[in-house]
T-cell receptor, first 111, second 119 residues
Framework: GQSLEQPSEVTAVEGAIVQINCTYQTSGFYGLSWYQQHDGGAPTFLSYNALDGLEETGRFSSFLSRSDSYGYLLLQELQMKDSASYFCAVRRKDSNYQLIWGAGTKLIIKP | NAGVTQTPKFQVLKTGQSMTLQCAQDMNHNSMYWYRQDPGMGLRLIYYSASEGTTDKGEVPNGYNVSRLNKREFSLRLESAAPSQTSVYFC??????????????????FGPGTRLTVL
């Protein structure tokens, strides 16, 4: 089977650093993506890891370890506008087009 | 450049009614998708179209049909709506395809969503 697991909710303080984990069980995939979704909004792409290691984009970084079936999204210098849900997704190896999505992590930021 | 547009934004139906959700993209993307999102859940793929002229079932296709009208437009039809189809529906598009033997990562761009309630 194929599934991704994320914590349902994470709370952090403005200005701090937070890590959102994603573990997966899938027979094969091409890479791990992260999307952000604000309440009432549409998902927007944040990052993609094709290979093991760390990808950095401004305040956001994403990490993938295929051997551990694990990835994470790291958000630094948290701002109130980062309050949103964050989804990890993998692209199935047997389909060029289908993404399998985690259920999402709601990030709550306190001042 | 509007990206991905969807109509309508909101819709209320009675059980058994039919409707079509419209989606269009102006990014010259090959691939288009329809997802549903239920409260507290991730996105589930209903149907997708890898390229103009093709459509394939996703994870939850029952009760839905799709039409890839042309490269820009991809519609989703509910023939006989049921309360279980109450959800938020997102259309998305991506460049799609392969580069040689390598799958090209294709970021998906989403429309604003249609909030559908079936009574």
């Amino acid at each position: 089977g194929q599934s991704l697991e994320q914590p349902s909710e994470v709370t952090a303080v403005e200005g701090a650093i937070v890590q959102i984990n994603c573990t997966y069980q899938t027979s094969g995939f091409y890479g791990l993506s992260w999307y952000q979704q604000h309440d009432g909004g549409a998902p927007t792409f944040l990052s993609y890891n094709a290979l093991d290691g760390l990808e950095e984009t401004g305040r956001f970084s994403s990490f993938l370890s295929r051997s551990d079936s694990y990835g994470y999204l790291l958000l630094q210098e948290l701002q109130m506008k980062d309050s949103a849900s964050y989804f990890c997704a993998v692209r199935r190896k047997d389909s060029n087009y289908q993404l399998i999505w985690g259920a999402g992590t709601k990030l709550i930021i306190k001042p | 450049n509007a990206g991905v547009t969807q109509t309508p934004k909101f819709q209320v139906l009675k059980t058994g009614q039919s409707m079509t959700l419209q989606c269009a993209q102006d990014m010259n993307h090959n691939s288009m998708y329809w997802y549903r999102q239920d409260p507290g859940m991730g996105l589930r793929l209903i149907y997708y179209s890898a390229s103009e002229g093709t459509t394939d079932k996703g994870e939850v296709p029952n009760g839905y049909n799709v039409s890839r009208l042309n490269k820009r437009e991809f519609s989703l039809r509910l023939e006989s709506a049921a309360p279980s189809q109450t959800s938020v529906y997102f259309c998305a598009s991506s460049a799609g395809g392969l580069a040689g033997y390598r799958v090209v990562h294709n970021e998906q761009f989403f429309g604003p969503g249609t909030r559908l309630t079936v009574l």
